[in-house]
């Protein structure tokens, strides 16, 4: 387990004493922990001393409270013990997104510090990396002509007038900067997309005048050489998405298909009878009032009645099977991202095998870690990415992964909360990245991560036909968590048809 923890800290370019190691590793999640200490002790310092974790794991009274906020997330207490990596326990909560900040703050000057937050920590990844030598601050790459590296936020890019290539405007803690992406280098034929973090190595000339040019530029990605986690013994996991429960197009007939499925009554027994824990990916009930005219597809027009029926649901699944859901859009929560957990007046008539997360969260289950989240920033995505769509959402899943951020368009359809941490950023990497939202299928890897976007229970409604959205419902994808091998199972005619996916 040190070894994953020493490679955590070489990602975010700290290096670990062996009496801080022991200290960590000691600890009830050791990868939160760590998490902990890099976002805590002070940017610059390079060394995680034992007095540095000391002083993180026990802040002196006053001081900020847990990154993770909610230290209860759900009816169902969360066991705390053990570690998160490797013969880990059943289940252990590595963060969610969601951490009030502090109250009374102009939400401009917080929106900044959610944007200095984003920097930090994604800038943290980038530096030290041998393809971005000579970090420089923008504020002195004009002193040292030559070969440099900027770490900075991509805020605007344009075509050049005369010639082909792009023209960058970019930003760092320390001043603004012009970069031209010459059309020969490969980063001038990337998708930039607003507001994401990247390393760019730069030819920085004498001549004031003339501009600062791109060598190269960086993303910072998911490192190919990172510890890849695997449960010991047999233990799969089934994740869904996407119930809308208290909608007209509730497919009935298919979810008791699956129904029968867990319970061992129809195809693959073998395979549902290792399937220890449930994973829902938001969505969970269909809301009111999240577009027009919503109350004609609503069979169950009162809130707090679709989440009794979603307690009545998920009450039908084998209560051995623990169950983990996060919110989506449709739920009723606060829809800026990271969202909190659905609240407690809502999930009192949901089962006690439920835990209740935020969105997005992060997780070990039998020490494979697992992130969910709901998928809303496909809406902002999707648009911006040529030759993406609904239909492939894998493809999306590659781009967040390739900049360490789940949602990083700003200002668009997905609404952020001006937190000053930044709950979106994909850090640790996770084993599994699951998603929904597009009520579509897909199943794919990158770099090492199993990527999985879960279906939904809703068939076609009258709104997604008149948005020409074609759903792929009532599919469940159930992974094995010894070798994140996934058995497809489509329920949409009611019994189980086992899919292999090319
Ligand atoms: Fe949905
Ligand atoms: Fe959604």
């Known amino acids: 387990m040190h070894e994953h923890l020493i490679r955590y800290f070489a990602e975010n370019r700290r290096l670990v004493s062996p009496d801080a190691l022991e200290r960590l590793s000691s600890t009830p999640e050791p990868l939160l922990a760590c998490r902990m200490v890099v976002e805590r002790m002070p940017p610059e310092e390079m060394f995680v001393t034992l007095s540095i974790v000391e002083t993180v794991l026990h802040p002196p009274a006053g001081s900020a409270s847990a990154p993770t906020g909610r230290s209860s997330p759900g009816p169902g207490e969360p066991t705390r013990t053990g570690s998160v990596l490797s013969e880990g326990p059943l289940f252990s909560l590595i963060s969610e997104g969601f951490a009030p900040g502090p109250g009374g703050r102009a939400p401009l000057e917080a929106y900044g510090s959610l944007f200095t937050a984003r920097y930090r920590s994604l800038g943290r990844l980038l530096r030290g ?8 601050p923008i504020r002195d790459l004009r002193q040292r002509p030559g070969a440099a590296s900027i ?148 069979a169950i027009g009162d809130i707090v009645e679709q989440y009794a029926e979603l307690g009545r649901r998920l009450r039908e699944l084998p209560a051995e099977l623990e169950i983990v859901v996060v919110p989506g859009n449709h739920d009723a929560v606060c829809p800026a991202e990271p969202q909190p957990a ?101 199943v794919d890897q990158y770099r090492g991560t199993l990527l999985v976007n879960a279906s939904t229970w809703q068939g076609e409604t009258g709104y997604q036909r008149m948005r020409n959205i074609t759903p792929v419902p009532a599919r469940s994808a159930i992974v094995d ?22």
């Open 481 to 502: 968590l010894t070798d994140l091998s996934v058995a497809t199972l489509d329920f949409l005619s009611g019994r189980g048809k086992e899919i292999v996916l090319s």
């Open 342 to 442: 659905i609240p407690t007046e809502l999930t009192t008539s949901l089962p006690p095998n439920v835990r209740v997360l935020g969105n997005p969260s992060t997780f070990a289950m039998g020490g494979v870690v697992i992130e969910a989240y709901h998928g809303r920033s496909f809406d902002d995505l999707i648009p911006a990415l040529p030759g993406a769509s609904y239909s492939r959402p894998t493809e999306v899943m590659k781009t967040m992964l390739a900049m360490r951020h789940l949602a990083p368009i700003y200002g668009s359809r997905t609404p952020l909360a001006p937190l000053p941490r930044d709950g979106l950023v994909i850090d640790p990497v996770p084993d599994i990245l699951v998603t929904g939202h597009s009520h579509t299928y897909g």
């Open 151 to 298: 770490v900075v936020m991509v805020r605007e890019v344009r075509p050049l007038q005369r010639r082909r290539g792009l023209r960058l405007s970019v930003e760092d803690e320390t001043g603004a900067a012009e970069v031209i992406v010459p059309d020969e280098i490969p980063a001038s034929r990337v998708t930039w997309i607003p507001d994401e973090v990247v390393g760019i190595h730069v030819g920085v000339p004498t001549d004031l005048h003339r501009s600062v040019v791109a060598k190269s530029v960086v993303r910072p990605d998911v490192p190919t050489d990172r510890p890849r986690h695997r449960a010991g013994r047999p233990h799969r996991v089934l994740l869904l998405s996407d119930l809308h429960i208290g909608s007209r197009s509730f497919l009935d007939e298919s979810w008791a298909g699956l129904l029968a499925f867990l319970r061992g009554q129809d195809v693959a027994p073998d395979v549902a009878s290792e399937i220890r824990q449930v994973v829902i990916a938001g969505d969970l009930v269909d809301g009111i009032g999240i577009y027009p005219h919503q109350e004609r597809d609503l």
């Open 129 to 136: 990396r041998p393809d971005l030598p000579n970090v420089t």
